[in-house]
T-cell receptor, first 110, second 117 residues
């Protein structure tokens, strides 16, 4: 079993749609969590950190459920520019090891 | 955000040769840098953690004698792929960790696309 698992995708949605990505992690020692965005043939870029209290940044909302070892990302009012691969990331205690999920590909169409 | 550069961005080499990839933190000092490899349509796989002034910590299955990592300063880490083979062709990405205000974030370099012929 992979340490970080994500919906395989791809997700094909129309502009303006709301889309949710799910992610689970198996290592209970994981302490910090992030969502990254990766465009084709480019490096990942940090989208947002994920906190237990949940956090929102514009159209993006991230949630963490430590009891279920589950992380989510919600994108509202999808834009064409949101098309990318979204990577769920878990970092263990002390930040000495970062595990990436396989990513979920999102296609937003006009 | 913090800026991390990589050089070269793209390299083509012949089988059996060695290739060195540089990773630099441009506007901050990074005691820890990470090296990842990404094959097409797959996620990033951590190869090793590079700590300034000490030996790198390699992930299971990564040959330390093949992938030489040197972190000689707080702003530079290098990855040398020795005796490269076609199966080493991949996208190599480094990242540097920044800690500030109790938060810890990773910033990635733009990656180096290696093709071994």
């Amino acid at each position: 079993r992979k340490e970080v698992e994500q919906d395989p995708g791809p997700f094909n949605v129309p502009e303006g749609a709301t889309v949710a990505f799910n992610c689970t992690y198996s290592n209970s020692a994981s302490q910090s969590f992030f969502w990254y965005r990766q465009d084709c043939r480019k490096e990942p870029k940090l989208l947002m950190s994920v906190y237990s209290s949940g956090n929102e940044d514009g159209r993006f909302t991230a949630q963490l459920n430590r009891a279920s070892q589950y992380i989510s990302l919600l994108i509202r009012d999808s834009k064409l520019s949101d098309s990318a691969t979204y990577l769920c990331v878990a970092e263990n205690t002390g930040g000495f090891k970062t595990i990436f999920g396989a990513g979920t590909r999102l296609f937003v169409k006009a | 955000g913090a800026v991390v550069s990589q050089h070269p961005s793209r390299v083509i080499c012949k089988s059996g040769t060695s290739v060195k990839i540089e990773c630099r933190s441009l506007d901050f000092q990074a005691t820890t840098m990470f090296w990842y490899r990404q094959f097409p349509k797959q996620s990033l796989m951590l190869m090793a953690t590079s700590n300034e002034g000490s030996k790198a910590t390699y992930e299971q299955g990564v040959e330390k004698d093949k992938f030489l990592i040197n972190h000689a300063s707080l702003t530079l880490s290098t990855l040398t792929v020795t005796s490269a083979h076609p199966e080493d062709s991949s996208f190599y990405i480094c990242s540097a960790r920044v800690e500030a205000g109790g938060r810890r974030e990773q910033y990635f370099g733009p990656g180096t696309r290696l093709t071994v012929t």
